[in-house]
């Protein structure tokens, strides 16, 4: 691929010729300063042309190890990336040297000390089977387990095994900010044997974190996709909760899948053992399963005495038919009135900020929109971090905000009004309803600022709060035993967006957000409101139906050949010039058309979202087997973003 970036070529002289290795950290000429490098590769193959020499080594010793190199080029390779923008996932903030380590050193002193994990951690009858069926297969284990069915118990018994075998684990999880019950626990358990790897962490902190893993120090490691480049030593387990979450996938270059990475380190490091949870797999996860590529375990029945929560569907036609216009059905207020007078706490989830979808003027049907990126723009009441506390517009894809048009810039109609519902519309109505009720909502709106998510968390795990109004930030794995409701706004809010992931998307979202309700004694209730209540997605998600979901899917991806069936690869041509975006693409397209097997399709459209950031996207799209490997054969202009094993192909 000629637009990656290329690795420089050094002399190693004579006096380091010892001591420079793969993975060494050294000082460097370039231009008319000095600079820090890595050493890549070594080779005695002198070049034609005239090279500067290696000024000498920073450490001893590599700070990056072969297999780290190794991953470093597949990636590059795979998913068409330049190597300095990979190379920047291996490495912390700042390097330091291994004498920091002496620093933390003494509260290891008894990393090798046997850890038992006591009475109360003790595995049920079905938990320790899929516990001894991880540990005797040599697959992928993909753990299929029911909300509430003690899968983060297993992870608890798998890392505790591994790490008195003197071998590091690694716990990845979807979001770190939004899985505090999940690290609380095992820093609970473990104690300083847990290390945590995210952005949000000070750039000293994760620097010195990752130094105690590479010095082997830190046998358990948490964190977001980021975490599976640890500088692990003695690696033996990699656990992906909620396996189906699609953050496992990086948006910016390099668009890598966190799932095929962990496949990868697995294949170069050598007895690695993996497990893949979710309570809804991906499709193409079980698929491997079912076809014995993965090792399938399910995990069918809570812990404990409660069941599943019933699942209520109630049809928003009729509840605008009956003259009912809250955001709230009248089933949605009964239940709320009822859970509250038992002293239960309520979940409302709404996957939509803001107080309203769209401002629409009434008379002429103008729709006021974001001028970079051509979409709606939401309308908020009130923004947080505006100062001036009047209602706003915000572009929720390039920030802009501008203020509300008080009469149509069209027609000049004053009937220019918001419509739809955001969380802000939930809160208010909500407040209006239910006045003496302690409400609190979760959005990126009301948690921009460091650790207030962990805050509202901590009320609401008290008892402080009554109502938890949020987006999908309280759909992830979070435990709240004193809620009995959780009511879905809209249930059919992502099935309108055209791509092939948009079914699953729903199911997944629907059946994790059901499964906050009733983890105690009593099952709970849910209420889906939609407009769609015949949608298989949502019939599905109600009777929590993962199988049959699964065999209507498969099919579906089976009739138009989408993964797993086929591969992906998506290349959008972005450019201010829209006839320019369009042109680079069309070009592109007669290329591939000339070079692939006829097997393969090739589609050309313009993307979902045109425009973006001031800035136009066209869109090919490849199906067929392995299609990335005919990229190398053609040159793509500076303005293409290659996407390998794509999540949407909008």
């Not at 450490?59 to 190890?65: N, V």
């Not at 650790?451 to 968390?457: A, C, L, M, P, V």
Request: charged content about 25%.
């Amino acid at each position: 691929m000629p637009r990656q970036l290329a690795t420089l070529v050094y002399e190693v002289p004579e006096s380091l010729k010892e001591t420079i290795k793969i993975g060494s950290y050294v000082n460097i000429p370039l231009r008319n300063k000095f600079e820090e490098g890595i050493v890549l590769d070594v080779s005695k193959k002198e070049p034609s042309y005239q090279t500067k020499e290696i000024i000498g080594n920073i450490f001893d010793q590599p700070i990056l190890d072969k297999w780290q190199i190794d991953l470093m080029n597949w990636i590059a390779t795979y998913y068409k990336a330049p190597v300095w923008n990979v190379i920047q996932l291996f490495l912390p903030p700042k390097i330091y040297p291994e004498s920091e380590i002496k620093k933390f050193e003494d509260k290891y002193d008894e990393k090798n000390k046997h850890f038992a994990l006591n009475e109360k951690f003790k595995l049920t009858k079905d938990q320790k089977n899929a516990f001894e069926k991880i540990l005797n297969t040599k697959k992928v284990s993909l753990l299929h387990g029911i909300t509430g069915s003690g899968k983060t118990e297993i992870y608890l018994h798998l890392v505790e095994k591994y790490m008195n075998e003197g071998k590091q684990s690694i716990l990845v999880v979807p979001e770190i900010s939004l899985t505090p019950q999940m690290i609380k626990y095992f820093q609970r358990i473990f104690g300083e044997k847990v290390a945590i790897l995210h952005s949000k962490l000070t750039a000293k902190k994760r620097s010195i974190e990752w130094l105690k893993i590479k010095h082997n120090l830190a046998p358990i490691i948490i964190g977001p996709r980021s975490a599976i480049f640890a500088p692990t030593k003695n690696l033996g387990l990699i656990i992906l909760d909620e396996e189906h979450e699609f953050s496992y996938k990086q948006d910016q270059i390099p668009r890598y899948h966190a799932l095929d990475v962990i496949k990868k380190i697995a294949e170069l490091k050598g007895d690695v053992k993996i497990v893949l949870g979710s309570a809804t797999p991906s499709v193409e996860s079980y698929y491997k399963a079912k076809n014995k590529e993965y090792e399938l375990i399910e995990l069918n029945q809570r812990i404990g005495t409660a069941n599943l929560p019933q699942v209520h569907v109630v049809d928003l036609r009729l509840e605008f038919q009956k003259g009912n216009y809250s955001v709230l059905s009248d089933l949605m207020q009964d239940k709320i009135t009822q859970t509250l007078a038992n002293k239960k706490q309520v979940i409302l989830f709404l996957n939509k900020r803001g107080s309203a979808s769209a401002i629409v003027c009434r008379e002429c049907g103008y729709i006021e929109k974001c001028p970079g990126c051509d979409v709606p723009m939401t309308y908020h009441k009130l923004l947080p971090q505006s100062t001036s506390h009047k209602p706003s517009l915000i572009c929720h894809h390039c920030g802009l905000i501008k203020e509300v048009p008080i009469h149509c810039p069209t027609c000049e109609s004053v009937s220019i009004k918001h419509v739809g519902a955001g969380t802000q519309r939930v809160e208010e109505e909500v407040h209006k309803l239910f006045p003496n009720a302690r409400v609190a909502r979760v959005d990126k709106d009301t948690t921009a600022k460091r650790g207030s998510f962990e805050e509202i968390y901590g009320k609401f795990k008290k008892g402080e709060l009554d109502i938890l109004i949020g987006t999908q930030m309280i759909g992830k794995g979070l435990h709240f035993p004193n809620v009995d409701l959780v009511g879905v706004i809209l249930a059919d809010i992502g099935l309108h967006f055209p791509d092939f992931q948009s079914s699953q998307r729903t199911f997944q979202l629907l059946t994790q957000v059901a499964g906050r309700a009733g983890r105690d004694k009593t099952a709970g209730e849910v209420v889906f409101q939609t407009y769609m209540p015949t949608n298989a997605a949502i019939e599905f998600a109600k009777n929590h139906d993962y199988r049959n979901f699964y065999e209507y899917e498969i099919k579906q991806r089976a009739t138009f050949q989408y993964p797993p069936f086929e591969n992906l690869v998506k290349m959008s041509f972005v450019h201010k010039n829209v006839k320019i975006a369009e042109e680079e693409a069309r070009e592109t397209y007669e290329k591939l058309k000339e070079i692939l097997p006829e097997s393969y399709k090739l589609n050309i459209y313009p993307a979902l979202m045109f425009k973006l950031n001031n800035k136009y996207r066209w869109n090919l799209l490849i199906q067929g087997e392995n299609p990335s490997k005919f990229l190398d054969q053609i040159v793509l202009t500076e303005n293409c973003r290659v996407d390998v094993d794509p999540i949407s192909v909008s």
